[in-house]
């Protein structure tokens, strides 16, 4: 553990004397021009190359506007566009936040039509699929997609990641698995989407009816909700017969999310298809996300240095050289209550990387007016 990193932590830990609100975040956009100058949208260099190459986001998100204000920032640049849906069940002060986003910043927008979210149901793609439409729609000639939640942020400058997508050559990158015997249950058989009595309220619960095969003889593939996809892939995937049919297939499934776009990569005709013969993309060769799970700490990579949540680490100060390193271009899960330092040093990071390529090489530095 980097001794400079843990002095910093200690610093910032002791000089945070508040948790910021969704509502300082609503009145903070209610000033557009102060805004984008203080958080510094309006001073974001990008190049010739992310200019030719630009990306788009579906953010799909529910609480914590201030994090997800960094994640936007995190991952901003001029010429990408970023479709923000916010669960029809936040508080009103969040929606504010998020609205207010959209307001003061032109490539940044609302999407169009809003769900429920509820845990492992239809509704968490329904969110996705409902951006990816809108992002179809923009004027902006994007040539790959990344999905994101409130909880992941950016291990790769936007400079860095165009680099890295480049190279794809129109192939998609995603976790792509044969299914576990306990993994099938979850599509082999009818879920209700019911009342519960804790966090989730509601959630997907398998009954005894067995479900028909899936259409087209499609064959079943595992991963998780995480994609980086062409727009190629997409534009194919909003026009096809066999996505349609697989989405109302999905609906009575659980966590029909983890599995559709892993399956739909595989299915010949899809471009950047990955064939079905080829081996499992396990999470840790999918660059998407980066998870530590805690029954695999201390055998995959390190053990945890902030917290658990169901059984997934919210990540420490101590994992900020592990994930810069580790390859992947995107991690989960972050939380500013459990460690504030690693998301400040990440910024830190992130923001010098794009600097310094500019400085170093002789990428030009445009800047684009917000």
């Known amino acids: 553990m980097d001794p400079v990193e843990v002095s910093k932590a200690l610093i910032i830990r002791r000089n945070k004397e508040r948790e910021d609100t969704d509502e300082s975040l609503a009145e903070f956009t209610e000033n557009c021009p102060s805004f984008i100058k203080i958080r510094g949208y309006d001073d974001v260099c990008f190049s010739d190359q992310e200019k030719d190459f630009p990306l788009a986001y579906s953010l799909v998100v529910h609480k914590n506007a201030w994090m997800v204000e960094r994640l936007l920032r995190a991952t901003y640049s001029p010429v990408n566009v970023y479709c ?19 307001r003061c910043l032109p490539n940044v ?7 429920s979210v509820f845990y492992a149901s239809i509704s968490r793609l ?12 923009s004027e902006v000639k994007w040539k790959y997609v990344i999905n994101l939640c409130g909880q992941d942020f950016p291990l790769r400058s936007n400079v860095e990641l165009v680099s890295e997508l ?21 599509f082999s058989f009818h879920h209700e989407l019911k009342d519960v009595s804790f966090e989730y309220k509601k959630m997907p619960i398998k009954t005894d009816q067995a479900k028909t095969p899936p259409p087209h003889g499609i ?3 595992i991963g998780n909700a995480y994609f980086v996809l062409s727009r190629e892939f997409i534009l194919h995937m909003t026009s096809s017969v066999i996505a349609a049919d697989f989405f109302e297939w999905s609906k009575d499934t659980y966590s029909p999310d983890e599995h559709f776009w892993a399956t739909l990569v595989r299915v010949p ?46 990540y420490g100060s101590g994992e900020l050289r592990w994930l810069l390193n580790y390859g992947h271009w995107f991690a989960n899960k972050f939380e500013p209550k459990v ?28 800047k684009g007016s917000t």
């Open 84 to 102: 923000i849906h916010y669960d029809q069940k936040s508080p009103p002060q969040f929606t504010a936040a998020m609205e207010g986003l959209a």
């Open 109 to 115: 927008f609302i999407a169009s039509k809003r769900e």
């Open 126 to 137: 329904q969110a996705d699929l409902n951006c990816l439409q809108d992002l179809v729609e």
């Open 166 to 186: 480049r190279k794809l050559n129109g192939s998609n990158m995603l976790e792509t698995s044969r299914p576990s015997s306990i993994k099938k249950q979850r």
């Open 219 to 221: 064959e079943m593939f």
């Open 269 to 314: 005709g899809f471009p950047g298809e990955v064939a079905r013969e080829r081996p499992d993309v396990t999470d840790l060769m999918s660059k998407t996300r980066l998870v530590k799970w805690s029954y695999l700490e201390g055998d995959l990579y390190p053990q945890c240095t902030g917290e658990h949540v169901r059984s997934v680490c919210i």
């Open 339 to 366: 460690d504030p330092v690693l998301i400040q040093c990440l910024e830190e990071r992130l923001e010098q990387k794009q600097r310094s390529l500019f400085s170093r090489t002789s990428l030009t530095c445009h």
